[in-house]
């Protein structure tokens, strides 16, 4: 158990759905980071988050947006759902300082997304 | 573009055939490499951290190199629990976040 935990585990909506994922970091860890896994791109960075601040931006759709608050734990909404934003998605967290980004992060077990 | 790339993508051993993955990057400033273990329906397991070019991190079975371009992870006489995704991550200067390669399913027959 990495201490990090994720709801739900699994998700079916329909296309131009709107859904929200939740993730709960690791007791003390400040920095929390969103993740995409599908078969053919593997581990795909969304989006980081310090503190509750936006710490850094990977390919993340303009229709998908996060936040992380100030008991922080993250929200991760994706809007106007398409077929292929079905996937795994992962949070993970660390003790980021914001000094440094660190390399080991502890991952929750996923909330699988499928649309119709 | 900094980039991550394993192989290979899928391994099978017998219980006891030693064989290693590999991981290779094109960087721009490395700042560290990361092994990580992803077992169906869980979510990647940290395993070992590498900063720098001959150094050799080990746990258990599993033994990780690294040089200034590659990284292998060495399997040696592996068991069906060993039987996992393995993925390569890596650090790049700057302030981002870690990439990971797409890794090595690995599936060891007994």
């Known amino acids: 158990d990495s201490g990090v935990t994720q709801t739900p585990k699994h998700l079916i909506t329909a296309t131009g759905q709107r859904v929200t994922l939740r993730c709960s970091p690791r007791?003390?860890?400040?920095?929390v980071y969103w993740y995409q896994q599908s078969l053919d791109q593997g581990l795909q960075f969304l989006i980081q988050?310090?503190?509750?601040?936006?710490?850094a931006k990977g390919n993340i759709l303009e229709r998908f947006s996060a936040q992380q608050f100030p008991d922080l734990h993250s929200e991760l909404n994706l809007s106007s759902l398409e077929l292929g934003d079905s996937a795994l998605y992962f949070c993970?967290?660390?003790?980021?300082?914001?000094?440094?980004?660190?390399?080991?992060?502890?991952f929750g077990e996923g909330s699988r997304l499928t649309v119709l | 573009e900094d980039q991550v790339t394993q192989s290979p993508e899928a391994l099978r051993l017998q219980e006891g055939e030693s064989s290693s993955l590999n991981c290779s990057y094109t960087?721009?400033?490395?700042?560290?490499l990361f092994w990580y273990r992803q077992d169906p329906g869980k979510g990647p397991e940290f395993l070992f951290t590498?900063?720098?070019a001959g150094e050799e991190k080990e746990k258990e079975r599993l033994k990780a190199t690294l040089t200034k371009k590659e990284s292998f992870l060495h399997i040696t006489a592996p068991k069906p629990e060993d039987s996992a995704t393995y993925l390569c991550?890596?650090?790049?200067?700057?302030?981002?976040?870690?990439?990971f390669g797409k890794g090595t399913r690995l599936s060891v027959i007994a």
């Open positions: 993970a967290s660390s003790v980021y300082t914001g000094l440094t980004t660190p390399g080991e992060l502890f």
């Open positions: 007791s003390g860890d400040l920095s």
């Open positions: 988050y310090y503190n509750g601040e936006e710490r």
């Open positions: 960087v721009s400033g490395l700042r560290g």
């Open positions: 590498l900063y720098s």
């Open positions: 991550a890596v650090l790049f200067s700057g302030n981002t976040p870690l990439v």
